[in-house]
């Protein structure tokens, strides 16, 4: 081994150690996805959509949810009578008993009917 590659073995080493992993199963991990993807930009720009696509979530409890949501409702400009049959509705949820819920367990697919109300 020459003492470039001798160089280039320990910084790989201690940059993967922040991770706590080991170089031979980096590189066979980074082999197996070159296969899938066939280039490092290509396996570069996965690895950014994979990390837009599944954010983290925050555990929050429906009533903040439902402030936050009023919040941004009101500085997007909605119509004050939207607003007002908005809050209404929520308010009415928060009563039900259901508003202590986590939020985060509701499932993040689309709902099937359209929004009327864009604001």
């Given at each position: 081994?020459?003492?470039e590659?001798?160089?280039?073995?320990?910084?790989?080493?201690?940059?993967l150690?922040?991770?706590?992993?080991?170089?031979?199963?980096?590189?066979?991990?980074?082999a197996?996805?070159?296969?899938?993807?066939?280039?490092?930009?290509?396996?570069?720009?996965?690895?950014?959509?994979?990390?837009?696509?599944h954010?983290?979530?925050?555990?929050?409890?429906?009533?903040?949810?439902?402030?936050?949501?009023?919040?941004?409702?009101?500085?997007?400009?909605?119509?004050?009578?939207?607003?007002?049959?908005l809050?209404?509705?929520?308010?009415?949820?928060?009563?039900?008993?259901?508003?202590?819920?986590?939020?985060?367990k509701?499932?993040?697919?689309?709902?099937?009917?359209?929004?009327?109300?864009?604001?």
């Amino acid at each position: 081994m020459t003492n470039e590659q001798a160089a280039d073995f320990a910084a790989a080493v201690q940059t993967l150690a922040n991770f706590n992993l080991s170089l031979p199963a980096v590189a066979s991990t980074v082999a197996e996805c070159l296969q899938r993807v066939g280039d490092l930009p290509n396996l570069h720009a996965a690895a950014k959509f994979y990390a837009t696509r599944h954010k983290q979530t925050e555990r929050k409890r429906v009533t903040d949810v439902v402030a936050e949501l009023l919040q941004v409702k009101a500085a997007r400009k909605a119509s004050s009578r939207y607003l007002k049959n908005l809050r209404s509705r929520l308010n009415r949820f928060a009563e039900s008993g259901r508003s202590e819920r986590d939020a985060t367990k509701r499932s993040t697919l689309p709902s099937k009917r359209p929004q009327r109300h864009p604001g």
